[in-house]
Nanobody, 123 residues
């Protein structure tokens, strides 16, 4: 069982930056691939980024490639999403996810989800 708690969301102006954090419970964090999704009002959940259990591989959605960076610190059981050059269309609830298989995150068939954190980008 993995519990995920996101933090770092908030209100930011267009062009600004935010860093989301996700703290995971358990002693097996380094066994799990991690990722981030988001869901905007009236839209389906969207895959954003994924990182392998040791951080050697990363994947990004085209919509955020070059603006968002996923990273992890296995000593702190934490995964991060650095978001730069934010746009109003980035406004959404952002979810941290975990799965033993990196491919499951990329394809959206994820085992564990956090509660989400709201990110609002004003124009």
């Amino acid at each position: 069982q993995v519990q995920l708690v996101e933090s770092g969301g908030g209100l930011v102006q267009a062009g600004g930056s935010l860093r989301l954090s996700c703290a995971a419970s358990g002693r097996t964090f380094s066994s799990y691939a991690m990722g981030w999704f988001r869901q905007a009002p009236g839209k389906e959940r969207e895959f954003l980024a994924a990182i392998s259990n040791r951080g050697f591989r990363t994947y990004y959605a085209d919509s955020v490639k070059g603006r968002f960076t996923i990273s992890r610190d296995n000593a702190k059981n934490t995964v991060y999403l650095q978001m730069n050059s934010l746009k109003p269309e980035d406004t959404a609830v952002y979810y941290c996810v975990a799965d033993l298989a990196l491919e499951s995150i990329v394809t959206g068939t994820v085992t564990y989800w956090g509660q989400g954190t709201q990110v609002t980008v004003s124009s």
